[in-house]
């Protein structure tokens, strides 16, 4: 069974920096796209960034140049590196897995960007 745990979310700061990590156990993790996504309040889940098994990256407009996606295979973790957080980088973010046939999600951690 597969589970996805984030951790890393909170409070900061306009132009401040967050790091989200997301573990993974139950599935070849080194062998499956991973990607991070955010829903913020009455708006529908989006993509942020994602990243393939052989380390290829691709980034929503929004977030190209302050947000990188990184994956450890020895730690089955992938992490969100997030600097000049902006107000409307507010959301919940969310980590999913994707095989050939099935996604899989974690719970969600909240970022709050407030002054």
């Known amino acids: 069974q597969v589970q996805l745990v984030e951790s890393g979310g909170g409070l900061v700061q306009p132009g401040g920096s967050l790091r989200l990590s997301c573990a993974a156990s139950g599935s070849s993790f080194r062998f499956r796209t991973m990607g991070w996504y955010r829903q913020a309040p009455g708006k529908q889940r989006e993509l942020v960034a994602g990243?393939?098994?052989?380390?290829?990256?691709n980034y929503a407009n929004s977030v190209r140049g302050r947000f990188t996606i990184s994956r450890d295979n020895a730690k089955n973790t992938v992490y969100l590196q997030m600097n000049s957080l902006k107000t409307e980088d507010t959301a919940v973010y969310y980590c999913?897995?994707?095989?050939?046939?099935?996604?899989?999600w974690g719970q969600g951690t909240q970022v709050t960007v407030s002054s």
């Open positions: 999913k897995l994707s095989t050939l046939i099935y996604h899989y």
């Open positions: 990243i393939t098994s052989t380390g290829s990256s």
